[in-house]
């Protein structure tokens, strides 16, 4: 069993900066690849970044490169997104998820095994 928490989201003007922060609990967390999805209301879930289990590898949403990246502290068992230049259309739910014990992380909802609560990112025009 894992359990997720997200924190750091919040209310933000375009073209500022946040960093969301994801800790994990309840199994060893270097295996397991991590991301970040997000849901905007009225949509789909869908992907924004994933980084495999040792940090070597990191995906993005093409909608996000260059402006969010993605890392992870093992030790601390944490994974962030920094989120620079934030447009409207960021605004969204944005959950951390698990895929455990694997080589290399999906870019579907369907790979991820475990999920936290989400926090709300709002970007202001």
């Known amino acids: 069993q894992v359990q997720l928490e997200e924190s750091g989201g919040g209310l933000v003007q375009v073209g500022g900066s946040l960093r969301l922060s994801c800790s994990s609990s309840?199994?060893?967390?270097?295996?397991?690849?991590m991301a970040w999805f997000r849901q905007a209301p009225g949509k789909e879930r869908e992907f924004v970044a994933a980084i495999s289990a040792g940090g070597g590898r990191t995906y993005y949403q093409d909608s996000v490169k260059g402006r969010f990246t993605i890392s992870r502290d093992n030790a601390a068992k944490t994974v962030t997104l920094q989120m620079n230049s934030l447009k409207p259309e960021d605004t969204a739910t944005y959950y951390c998820?698990?895929?455990?014990?694997?080589?290399?992380?999906?870019?579907?909802?369907?790979?991820?095994?475990?999920w936290g609560q989400g926090t709300q990112v709002t970007v202001s025009s």
């Open positions: 309840g199994r060893a967390f270097g295996s397991d690849s």
């Open positions: 998820a698990t895929e455990v014990l694997s080589t290399e992380p999906g870019t579907t909802s369907f790979d991820y095994d475990y």
